[in-house]
Structure formats: C-alpha cells, structure tokens
C-alpha cells in the first residue's frame, strides 16, 4: 500500500505559539476578564470623548433645578447646585482614570529600577534598598498616601504623585523578587559566562523576563489608585471643586443622602463598576500568564 505524502512537502513545520500569544489565548478564553476589558475600555472612551458625550456643562449651575431627581432633561438627577449630574459623572471619569495610570507610572518608574538594582546585583545595596522598603510597608498604603498629599496640597497632581510614591514599595518588593528568581536561570548563566556585562544582562536578559508579572501588579494597582484617588479627593486633598471628580462628588453627597440619594449613587456605582473591572482584568491576566494554566 503506498505511503500518503503530504500536500505540501515543502513547506516548514510551524512555529509554536509564543508565550505573549499564549498567554493572549487564554485571556481570550476567560468571560469574567473580557467583561473586565469591556468596562474598562468603555470607561476610556468616556474619559476620552467626555466633550461630545455629557449633554450639559458639568459646572454649569442653575438654580430652578437644584437637586431635581433623575428626569428626561437630567437622566442621572441635578445636585445642590442644579448641575447635572451626568455630566459631572462623565467628565469626573477623566480623573479617575488620569489618577489611576498616571500613579502607577510614577511606581513603575520608580519601583522597577530601584527593584532590578536590588535583586540583580545583591549585597549590603540590596540589604539597604529592602530595609527602607520594610519600613514604607509597614504604613498602610491609604495612610501614607493621605500624609503626603496633605504635605504638598490639594490638588489632583499632587494626589497623583502622592499614590504614586505611596505604591512604589510594592513594585520596589515585587521586582526584587522576581529577580532574584531569573537571575539564576541557565540562560542568564551563560549570558554571564559570554562575557556580557552586569548592565546588559539586567536590561536585556532579567528585565524582560518579569514583565508578566508586573503587568498584572500594574492593572490591579490602577484600581487600588481608583480608590485612593476618589478617597482624596472626599477628604478634600484631590480634584478641587468645581471640576468634577467622583469622591468631590460623594462628599458633597454626604449632606443630601435623604433628599437626593441619586447625589451618591451614580458616583458611587461608577466608582464600583470601574474597580471591579480593574480587578477582574488583573485576575484573568495573572492566570493568562501562569504557564500553569490551559
């Protein structure tokens, strides 16, 4: 019986899958991330197009419609200004959102280099960069975060910077751990016995090789910084009024929880759904990139 040839016996066998591509299939694969991903980008475009999509001035006032419940004019009811609250919402996304990855910029900035220096090259500069980062551990994150905005004044740059600076610790932990477990790998070995130098072998060969989980700290942070920011900006220490801002938003809301609910509610609700759907991204990219899972 004669043996079937293939139809192409000249082409190449294909390449396997990348571990970036696998790990992007197995996001695909997880319904809980993709919803997560869905809400987020939504929650962008919001922030992006906010001009074209809030139908009135988020500052502008009006005195015969103060706190006017949710209606056909105002979809999410006025507050005790008569501005509209929608509006408000929507523009108040932009803050948030800024807050969120520009704070985590600020750690990544700061977190991975000092992290990389720590674990690659060991010794009393690891010794000393891990006892400094012991001791901002040991404050809790919203504490610290709160004293430094507080110390350069309220506005939502300087709350930026400040959750920035309170989050690099764990980038700073994070990084070093990682680190010390590539460093020893075989390949960094021989990239070593090659003759390449320290610099090189930390940007080129350790750097990329943690990046996954960096990714995932980095998504899960942003809705940590959600919070923070929000959190700030309810104590006074955040976006100044009048721009919109959710936790402004909710401080005021406090005053008129009985006669205009609808006040904390959206602000609220947007503030949930936006970390929800930060952390069930984070989630489904931590198990994307465990080589672990199918």
């Given at each position: 019986?004669?043996?079937?040839?293939?139809?192409?016996?000249?082409?190449?066998?294909r390449?396997?899958?990348?571990?970036?591509?696998?790990?992007?299939?197995?996001?695909?694969?997880?319904?809980?991330?993709?919803?997560?991903?869905?809400?987020?980008?939504?929650?962008?475009?919001?922030?992006?197009?906010?001009?074209?999509?809030?139908?009135?001035?988020?500052?502008?006032?009006?005195?015969?419609?103060?706190?006017?419940?949710?209606?056909?004019?105002h979809?999410?009811?006025?507050?005790?200004?008569g501005?509209?609250v929608?509006?408000?919402?929507?523009?108040?996304?932009?803050?948030?959102?800024?807050?969120?990855?520009?704070?985590?910029?600020?750690?990544?900035?700061?977190?991975?280099?000092?992290?990389?220096?720590?674990?690659?090259?060991?010794?009393?500069?690891?010794?000393?960069?891990?006892?400094?980062t012991?001791?901002?551990?040991?404050?809790?994150?919203?504490?610290l975060?709160?004293?430094?905005a507080?110390?350069?004044?309220?506005?939502?740059?300087?709350?930026?910077?400040?959750?920035g600076?309170?989050?690099?610790?764990?980038?700073?932990?994070?990084?070093?751990?990682?680190?010390?477990?590539?460093?020893?790998?075989?390949?960094?070995?021989?990239?070593?016995?090659?003759?390449?130098?320290p610099?090189?072998?930390?940007?080129?060969?350790?750097?990329?090789?943690?990046?996954?989980?960096?990714?995932?700290?980095?998504?899960?942070?942003?809705?940590?910084?959600?919070?923070?920011?929000?959190?700030?900006?309810?104590?006074?220490?955040?976006?100044q009024?009048?721009?919109?801002?959710?936790?402004?938003?909710?401080?005021?809301?406090?005053?008129?929880?009985?006669?205009?609910?609808?006040?904390?509610?959206?602000?609220?609700?947007?503030?949930?759904?936006?970390?929800?759907?930060?952390?069930?991204?984070?989630?489904?990219?931590?198990?994307?990139?465990?080589?672990?899972?199918?």
């Amino acid at each position: 019986m004669a043996a079937v040839l293939p139809s192409n016996p000249t082409a190449a066998p294909r390449a396997p899958a990348g571990p970036w591509r696998r790990a992007g299939r197995r996001l695909l694969r997880r319904k809980a991330a993709m919803l997560g991903l869905a809400v987020v980008l939504f929650f962008v475009a919001l922030a992006l197009f906010a001009p074209w999509i809030a139908p009135h001035d988020p500052v502008a006032t009006s005195w015969g419609a103060i706190r006017k419940p949710p209606s056909a004019t105002h979809w999410f009811g006025t507050d005790e200004l008569g501005r509209d609250v929608l509006s408000r919402v929507v523009w108040g996304t932009q803050a948030s959102l800024l807050a969120g990855v520009v704070s985590v910029g600020i750690s990544l900035l700061l977190g991975v280099p000092i992290g990389l220096v720590a674990g690659f090259f060991g010794g009393w500069i690891d010794a000393v960069i891990s006892r400094i980062t012991d001791a901002f551990l040991a404050c809790p994150f919203l504490i610290l975060a709160i004293a430094l905005a507080a110390f350069l004044g309220p506005s939502l740059t300087n709350a930026m910077i400040a959750i920035g600076v309170s989050a690099t610790p764990v980038f700073v932990r994070l990084t070093r751990g990682q680190v010390l477990a590539v460093k020893v790998e075989d390949y960094v070995e021989a990239a070593r016995a090659v003759g390449n130098p320290p610099w090189r072998i930390a940007l080129k060969h350790v750097l990329p090789n943690v990046t996954a989980p960096l990714i995932v700290q980095s998504t899960l942070a942003i809705a940590s910084a959600v919070i923070a920011e929000a959190s700030l900006s309810f104590l006074g220490l955040g976006q100044q009024p009048p721009a919109p801002s959710w936790g402004s938003m909710l401080n005021t809301a406090k005053n008129y929880m009985d006669q205009a609910p609808w006040m904390a509610l959206w602000p609220g609700l947007a503030i949930f759904v936006l970390v929800l759907s930060f952390n069930l991204l984070g989630d489904g990219l931590r198990d994307a990139f465990d080589p672990r899972q199918r």
